[in-house]
């Protein structure tokens, strides 16, 4: 069965540096998403992503963050000068159409730790 | 801006339904959303609604009033591996420009014996 993937599972990097979480979303899927969980917080919605440009976005979304598609395959989300409230999993998600949401599927996400 | 209101956790017996509540305030409502999240687990989509009414999918339904702000998730015939936090969360358009996904705080669901 197709799933989302993510890499890594867990990245460890010093507070001021640049991290790339990647993923390589479900292959015939057209949107992708990103979202983050604190530990213990709920769910926060980052960015969707579609035909190569940003459909939707929070407001936590600012300029320390960017998305983007560098081949046919990968997603990645890219955090410039991490702070140590970037600390967070980061969830990829993928669904087939943009007109109305349809099932997002999600990958097992990845850990940053931000010291 | 949007606010999202549900029960933080409850109880149910094993083979019992039980239905989880959310509440909403949003504008330019776009859709609400219920997922599944077992702990330390990425989240798993349960159920869009967008119009108002009851879609049933297996033993889970869901259930929307745009009206009322208000949608509940149906768990029926519950097993102990429905035990999980589920989050409502809803698709807006508060202040103009792009829409935005707004989580509840989840609610954590104890299934027993």
């Known amino acids: 069965e197709p799933e989302v993937t993510q890499t890594p599972s867990h990245q460890v990097t010093q507070m001021g540096q640049e991290v790339i979480l990647r993923c390589v979303p479900i292959s015939n899927h057209l949107y992708f998403y990103w979202y983050r969980q604190i530990l213990g917080q709920k769910v926060e919605f980052l960015v969707s992503?579609?035909?190569?440009?940003?459909?939707?976005k929070s407001e936590i979304f600012d300029d320390q963050f960017s998305v983007e598609r560098p081949d046919g395959s990968n997603f990645t989300l890219k955090i410039r000068s991490t702070k140590l409230e970037d600390s967070a999993m980061y969830f990829c998600?993928?669904?087939?159409?943009?007109?109305?949401?349809?099932?997002?599927?999600f990958g097992p996400g990845t850990r940053l730790t931000v010291l | 801006g949007q606010n999202i209101d549900q029960p933080t956790e409850m109880t149910a017996t094993e083979g019992a339904i039980v239905q989880i509540n959310c509440t909403y305030q949003?504008?330019?409502?776009?859709?609400l959303f219920w997922y599944q999240q077992h702990a330390g687990e990425a989240p798993t989509f349960l159920s869009y609604n967008v119009l108002d009414g009851l879609e049933e999918k297996g033993r889970f339904s869901s259930f929307l009033s745009r009206s009322k702000g208000y949608s509940y998730l149906l768990l029926k015939e519950l097993q102990m591996k429905d035990s999980a936090s589920y989050l409502c969360?809803?698709?807006?358009?508060?202040?103009?420009?792009?829409?935005?996904?707004?989580f509840g705080t989840g609610t954590k669901l104890q299934v027993i014996p």
């Open positions: 949003t504008s330019g409502f776009n859709g």
């Open positions: 998600a993928s669904s087939v159409t943009g007109e109305t949401y349809n099932e997002q599927f």
């Open positions: 992503f579609y035909n190569n440009e940003i459909s939707e």
């Open positions: 969360a809803v698709r807006g358009n508060p202040s103009g420009g792009y829409q935005k996904v707004t």
